[in-house]
């Protein structure tokens, strides 16, 4: 019987935006926590790449409905595998709500939104400095829940990968199938 | 049930090994992000420190500015010279009557305090060309800044702070401080030998902080800006201003009433060698000077009703075709500017009227 693995382009989505996500988070606690010129260096990065996750994620979401995942073994608790459908929610959500929030953050400051050289996308909201402070905060607050989240997924993953020794981690790992099965 | 689930069952301690390893990577994760955000590095001057150090100083102001909390919104427009466009591509150099939102400040955190003839004294403006990229920029009416690094900036902050125990700054702190940073103490001799102006409208304002423009060619150069008054300079006389708190604020609401009031944009034009990373040196005087535009401010309000407060006066909100230099105080003020901006945006419920009120400004007019 053929394993289940998600296809290379999925493979190359989940390993890219992983690199970018990562990169895109510790670059956020890293420039709001910094007053030299790694700030100004780490902000002109943070906002075209909050842009590229964005699009990709538009490409994920999409390539996700065509190309479903492979179905989970049918080993795995159906707590476990509700754990897996939540949590995978929860990524996918905040992959379209940390660019879109940011976006909508400096819109509403009015900040311009640079990309880079000259150029800028419009803005989402209109001025509203109120509005700023609360979207700003929850730019935070969903930051960290990002990484919470990143770290629960890369838990569960090395859980497949080590304890259960099962197809989940094979399935999106770059790796060819060991030839060791019965 | 897929073949691959039927794994040999592993021994207790390899499970717990493998269970051990799971949590030491995820903990080593954790630890990395803590670290990069700063929170394991109490001596790295974060943007909070910043916030902290201007409270410690001025006290807890909530609603307004961290630093030139005291200040009065204008509008106006400009008009770019003939020829500004030889120095820079950006949209407003080659445009009249360029809608400005400004505002006009006294340095420090404390929105109540009395006007001084000493205190440093601010002009921000907003450009809003209209279907083009904007212009933000904060000037001093100092010569050169009185730092030139976060850690200076920060030192200076705690340096001046007063001492709990005495209510006023600590004299030998000071001295520390600036034996610590001889750029200080010699800033502060062309800041303290600066001619003081009678208000704020025959008074010259200066970026202090190098940028660079790129005209259409593609030639890049250095510059720093100032706003130069095309009122005739008067200067400042303390006995005519007793009782009044905020005459400078009066004064300037009173003359913009009766006719707008105008400043030239003067660039100076680096050259090789000028240094763009030092805020506290000064350039040569003889660099060449180019009138890039015409500044008109042509009304007043209040912060409660003037659109000035909702600005953050960034220095990097550049146009293309004005950008950065090297000097890392850009980054710094970007940084900090931004916090506080974040903060009394969040308290503007509770913000209380500012020091110059929509009354005293309507109370000026003639």
Same mark, same amino acid.
């Given at each position: 019987?053929?394993?289940?693995?998600?296809?290379?382009?999925?493979?190359?989505?989940?390993?890219?935006?992983?690199?970018?996500?990562?990169?895109?988070?510790?670059?956020?606690?890293?420039?709001?926590?910094?007053?030299?010129?790694?700030?100004?260096?780490?902000?002109?990065?943070?906002?075209?790449?909050?842009?590229?996750?964005?699009?990709?994620?538009?490409?994920?979401?999409?390539?996700?409905?065509?190309?479903?995942?492979?179905?989970?073994?049918?080993?795995?608790?159906?707590?476990?595998?509700?754990?897996?459908?939540?949590?995978?929610?929860?990524?996918?959500?905040?992959?379209?709500?940390?660019?879109?929030?940011?976006?909508?953050?400096?819109?509403?400051?009015?900040?311009?939104?640079?990309?880079?050289?000259?150029?800028?996308?419009?803005?989402?909201?209109?001025?509203?400095?109120?509005?700023?402070?609360?979207?700003?905060?929850?730019?935070?607050?969903?930051?960290?829940?990002?990484?919470?989240?990143?770290?629960?997924?890369?838990?569960?993953?090395?859980?497949?990968?080590?304890?259960?020794?099962?197809?989940?981690?094979?399935?999106?790992?770059?790796?060819?199938?060991?030839?060791?099965?019965? | 049930?897929?073949?691959?689930?039927?794994?040999?069952?592993?021994?207790?301690?390899?499970?717990?090994?493998?269970?051990?390893?799971?949590?030491?990577?995820?903990?080593?994760?954790?630890?990395?992000?803590?670290?990069?955000?700063?929170?394991?590095?109490?001596?790295?001057?974060?943007?909070?420190?910043?916030?902290?150090?201007?409270?410690?100083?001025?006290?807890?102001?909530?609603?307004?500015?961290?630093?030139?909390?005291?200040?009065?919104?204008?509008?106006?427009?400009?008009?770019?010279?003939?020829?500004?466009?030889?120095?820079?591509?950006?949209?407003?150099?080659?445009?009249?009557?360029?809608?400005?939102?400004?505002?006009?400040?006294?340095?420090?955190?404390?929105?109540?305090?009395?006007? %001084?003839? #000493?205190?440093?004294?601010?002009?921000?403006?907003?450009? @809003?060309? &209209? =279907?083009? *990229?904007?212009?933000? /920029?904060?000037?001093?009416?100092?010569?050169?800044?009185?730092?030139?690094?976060?850690?200076?900036?920060?030192?200076?902050?705690?340096?001046?702070?007063?001492?709990?125990?005495?209510?006023?700054?600590?004299?030998?702190?000071?001295?520390?401080?600036?034996?610590?940073?001889?750029?200080?103490?010699?800033?502060?001799?062309?800041?303290?030998?600066?001619?003081?102006?009678?208000?704020?409208?025959?008074?010259?304002?200066?970026?202090?902080?190098?940028?660079?423009?790129?005209?259409?060619?593609?030639?890049?150069?250095?510059?720093?800006?100032?706003?130069?008054?095309?009122?005739?300079?008067?200067?400042?006389?303390?006995?005519?201003?007793?009782?009044?708190?905020?005459?400078?604020?009066?004064?300037?609401?009173? %003359?913009? #009433?009766?006719?707008?009031?105008?400043?030239?944009?003067? @660039?100076? &034009? =680096?050259? *090789?060698?000028?240094? /763009?990373?030092?805020?506290?040196?000064?350039?040569?005087?003889?660099?060449?000077?180019?009138?890039?535009?015409?500044?008109?401010?042509?009304?007043?309000?209040?912060?409660?009703?003037?659109?000035?407060?909702?600005?953050?006066?960034?220095?990097?909100?550049?146009?293309?075709?004005?950008?950065?230099?090297?000097?890392?105080?850009?980054?710094?003020?970007?940084?900090?500017?931004?916090?506080?901006?974040?903060?009394?945006?969040?308290?503007?419920?509770?913000?209380?009227?500012?020091?110059?009120?929509?009354?005293?400004?309507?109370?000026?007019?003639?």
């Amino acid at each position: 019987m053929q394993e289940g693995r998600f296809t290379p382009l999925s493979r190359l989505l989940h390993w890219a935006m992983a690199a970018m996500i990562l990169t895109m988070l510790f670059v956020g606690v890293g420039m709001v926590s910094s007053t030299t010129e790694r700030y100004r260096y780490l902000l002109a990065l943070h906002r075209p790449l909050g842009i590229a996750i964005l699009v990709l994620a538009v490409v994920r979401l999409a390539n996700r409905l065509l190309n479903p995942p492979p179905p989970p073994p049918a080993s795995l608790p159906k707590i476990q595998q509700l754990a897996a459908t939540v949590s995978h929610m929860l990524l996918y959500g905040l992959m379209f709500i940390m660019p879109l929030l940011g976006w909508a953050m400096l819109s509403a400051a009015p900040d311009p939104i640079v990309l880079f050289g000259p150029l800028r996308l419009p803005a989402i909201l209109s001025a509203d400095p109120a509005l700023y402070a609360r979207l700003r905060a929850l730019h935070t607050d969903f930051g960290l829940l990002f990484y919470a989240v990143i770290l629960v997924h890369l838990g569960a993953a090395l859980m497949h990968a080590w304890i259960r020794r099962d197809s989940v981690f094979r399935s999106m790992a770059g790796r060819r199938r060991p030839p060791t099965t019965s | 049930m897929q073949p691959d689930d039927k794994q040999r069952p592993l021994g207790l301690i390899n499970t717990l090994g493998r269970f051990a390893s799971i949590g030491l990577v995820l903990c080593a994760a954790a630890a990395l992000f803590v670290f990069v955000g700063g929170w394991l590095s109490p001596e790295r001057l974060t943007q909070d420190r910043f916030m902290a150090a201007f409270e410690a100083h001025d006290g807890r102001h909530p609603g307004f500015r961290r630093n030139h909390a005291k200040g009065v919104c204008v509008t106006g427009w400009f008009d770019a010279a003939t020829d500004a466009a030889t120095w820079s591509k950006a949209a407003i150099f080659h445009l009249q009557h360029v809608p400005i939102v400004g505002r006009f400040a006294l340095a420090g955190g404390m929105p109540f305090a009395a006007d %001084q003839a #000493a205190t440093v004294r601010s002009m921000a403006l907003r450009f @809003l060309p &209209i =279907g083009a *990229e904007e212009w933000r /920029t904060g000037m001093n009416d100092i010569p050169v800044f009185a730092v030139n690094s976060n850690e200076g900036f920060y030192a200076q902050l705690l340096a001046s702070a007063p001492d709990p125990a005495t209510g006023k700054p600590n004299p030998s702190a000071m001295q520390v401080f600036l034996r610590r940073h001889p750029e200080t103490a010699r800033a502060m001799q062309l800041i303290k030998a600066r001619a003081i102006s009678s208000g704020f409208a025959d008074d010259t304002y200066n970026s202090l902080n190098a940028f660079s423009m790129t005209n259409a060619a593609g030639t890049s150069i250095a510059v720093r800006w100032a706003t130069v008054p095309m009122q005739p300079f008067v200067a400042h006389d303390a006995a005519a201003h007793i009782g009044d708190e905020n005459y400078l604020f009066d004064d300037l609401v009173k %003359q913009i #009433a009766l006719h707008p009031l105008k400043w030239q944009l003067v @660039l100076t &034009i =680096g050259e *090789e060698g000028d240094s /763009t990373r030092d805020a506290t040196v000064p350039w040569p005087k003889e660099r060449r000077l180019a009138t890039a535009g015409t500044v008109t401010i042509a009304r007043a309000m209040s912060e409660e009703t003037g659109a000035c407060n909702d600005v953050n006066y960034d220095p990097l909100v550049l146009p293309d075709g004005i950008a950065a230099s090297d000097d890392p105080l850009l980054a710094t003020r970007s940084s900090t500017y931004a916090r506080s901006f974040t903060l009394r945006s969040a308290e503007k419920s509770v913000k209380p009227v500012s020091a110059v009120s929509s009354r005293d400004i309507d109370g000026s007019r003639p």
